[in-house]
C-alpha cells in the first residue's frame, strides 16, 4: 500500500470516532506507544548494526497491524471490554 493510501486510511478511520474523546485519547496513547517502540527498535537495530546486524524497519504490514490493534483496543474499550493504562503508567513504562 503507498504512504498515501496509508494516510488516508488511518484518518478515514480516526473519523468514525471523531465526535468521541476518550476514544481519540486512546488511540493517541496506542499511537504513542507505537512510536515509542518503534524508537527503541531503532535504537536496538542501530546497536545491532554495530555489531554486523543489519537494521530492519517497519514493513507496511507490521505499521498496518499496529494501526489495526489500536482501533481493536479503543473498539473494546468503547465496548467496557477493556481497561487501559493510565497516562501516568504509560509514562512510567517509559
Known amino acids: ?34 512510536v515509542a517502540s518503534r524508537e527503541r527498535r531503532r535504537q536496538e537495530g542501530s546497536a545491532v548494526a554495530e555489531e554486523g546486524e543489519a537494521y530492519r524497519p517497519l514493513t507496511k ?3 498496518l497491524e499496529d494501526i ?14 477493556l481497561d487501559l493504562k493510565t497516562w501516568e503508567e504509560v509514562r512510567d513504562e517509559l
Not at 494516510?7 to 499511537?31: G, H, K, M, Q, W
Open 1 to 34: 500500500m503507498h504512504t498515501m493510501n496509508l494516510n488516508a486510511e488511518l484518518f478515514r478511520e480516526l473519523s468514525y470516532i471523531a465526535d468521541d474523546e476518550r476514544c481519540l485519547r486512546e488511540v493517541l496513547a496506542y499511537v504513542k506507544q507505537v
Open 61 to 63: 504490514a507490521e505499521v
Open 68 to 81: 489495526g490493534q489500536a482501533f481493536r483496543e479503543a473498539k473494546l474499550y468503547r465496548e467496557g471490554k
